[in-house]
Nanobody
Framework: QVQLVESGGGLVQAGDSLSLFCEAS????????MAWFRQAPGEERVFVAR????????YYADSAKGRFIISRDNTKNMISLQMNNLKPEETAVYYC???????????????????WGQGTQVTVSS
């Protein structure tokens, strides 16, 4: 059974940086794509960044390009999201998600991601 456990959220000020981590366990992830989504109160869950486990190919939402970096550590089965120059509107619960077929099929739709972590709160004060 795949398990995803996020950590690293917290309260920061606008313009600060913060790193999120997602520890994955339960199986090998070679064919997976891993992604970060976020969800603010009363809003839909939206895509932030994606990485293919096997080759590290990344993709970012326009809002994240140039400020966020998604990476993986194969030795630790860990996905990270480095977020720089954070904005108050990026306050949300951030979720790590896994798509078992993500190496072969590209998707930003949350419904394609079978496995989810519990989420970690990121609050950016102005």
């Amino acid at each position: 059974q795949v398990q995803l456990v996020e950590s690293g959220g917290g309260l920061v000020q606008a313009g600060d940086s913060l790193s999120l981590f997602c520890e994955a366990s339960g199986r090998t992830f070679d064919n997976f794509a891993m992604a970060w989504f976020r969800q603010a109160p009363g809003e839909e869950r939206v895509f932030v960044a994606r990485i293919r486990w096997r080759d590290g190919v990344t993709y970012y939402a326009d809002s994240a390009k140039g400020r966020f970096i998604i990476s993986r550590d194969n030795t630790k089965n860990m996905i990270s999201l480095q977020m720089n120059n954070l904005k108050p509107e990026e306050t949300a619960v951030y979720y790590c998600a896994a798509d078992p077929n993500g190496y072969y099929a590209f998707s930003l739709n949350p419904s394609q991601y079978r496995y989810w972590g519990q989420g970690t709160q990121v609050t950016v004060s102005s």
